[in-house]
């Protein structure tokens, strides 16, 4: 039962700073503006960074804290972005209110601020989360993978209280941003001994345009959009690509070949016979309850003075 509990937001709410620090969302919000105006790529690695964050320990911002063998030096967290967004909110904070904003709100209210300004919708966010004091590169070994099974997505997520439907529906955040060719490049060459040898889940079509941007001795760092023909815009259009057999990441694509989780591609999608989803309230709804996995308050954390180091 402890999944349940850990989403049940365990003293977070929505206007936790009203009294203590008025403007705290708003500095937020104007901090992130300005850093996304010179790199919209910033939302997409905020957004990321939450999740990164919460799927570790719990939505506590031990992602933030550097040193050595800390989560920033794991695997999946090597190429993690936007670190500077959230330090410059935390300065401007600092000025304003010391020491009463939380970096783990910093976090969740700089994602929710990234799918707004990449034309997402809204939603309100709970505040209120305290800030971790732990952070091991060796508790990261359970963030969902771009190789896992649809099954093993499911036992990522059911750990923290999340169903399929939030599970399809927080993975379509990958309608913004990019990832490297050497998260997928495998798919396109000696995948399958027979046809082109490529990934048979993938539109033929789109492998050779895949093969052109990712050759197969070519640069394993240049960045491929995960939602082809809409990177920087918030909307349903990963989905359709999923149908197109156009999802980037085999972790991506197998939402629509696993029966359980293609149904959810296709209430997204509006497909007749179907109660329809609309995405961008959906994902509102899973963003607050990822938001409030394993949520610190109390003596349980710390409200930390700078977000890189325990205090």
């Known amino acids: 039962m402890v999944a349940t509990t850990m989403v049940q937001g365990q003293g977070t709410r929505v206007g936790f700073y009203a009294r203590t620090c008025r403007r705290a969302e708003s500095i937020v919000r104007e901090t992130v503006q300005s850093h996304f105006t010179s790199d919209p790529s910033v939302a997409p690695g905020l957004l990321r960074m939450h999740f990164h964050d919460c799927f570790v320990n719990g939505c506590d911002a031990s992602v933030l804290i550097d040193g050595p063998n800390t989560e920033k030096t794991a695997g999946p967290n090597l190429l993690l972005r936007g670190f ?181 591609v296709q209430r997204f999608l509006g497909v007749r016979g179907l109660a329809g989803l609309t995405f961008s309230v959906e994902f509102g709804r899973s963003m607050v309850k990822m938001s409030n996995i394993g949520v610190k308050t109390g003596t349980n954390g710390e409200i930390r003075r700078v977000c890189s180091a325990i205090n």
């Open 84 to 264: 500077d967004v959230i330090a410059d909110a935390k300065t401007r904070l600092e000025a304003e209110c010391p020491g009463v904003v939380s970096c783990a709100d910093i976090l969740a209210l700089a994602a929710r601020d990234s799918v707004v300004l990449a034309n997402g919708l809204t939603w309100s966010v709970p505040t209120g989360r305290r800030d971790g004091r732990v952070s091991l590169a060796s508790d990261a070994s359970n963030l969902p993978g771009f190789t896992d099974s649809i099954d093993v997505q499911k036992q990522k997520f059911a750990a923290f209280g999340l169903n399929t439907q939030d599970l399809v529906t927080l993975v379509g955040g990958h309608t913004i941003g990019t990832t490297a060719c050497q998260f997928f490049r495998y798919r396109l060459y000696n995948f399958t001994t027979t046809g082109n040898g490529a990934d048979s889940s993938i539109d033929a079509s789109f492998v050779s345009q895949l093969q052109t941007l990712c050759p197969q001795n070519g640069d394993g760092s240049r960045r491929i959009a995960l939602d082809t023909g809409s990177q920087n815009r918030f909307d349903s259009s990963f989905f359709a690509n999923l149908r197109s057999g156009r999802g980037i990441l085999e972790s991506d694509q197998k939402l629509w070949t696993d029966t359980t989780t293609r149904t959810f």
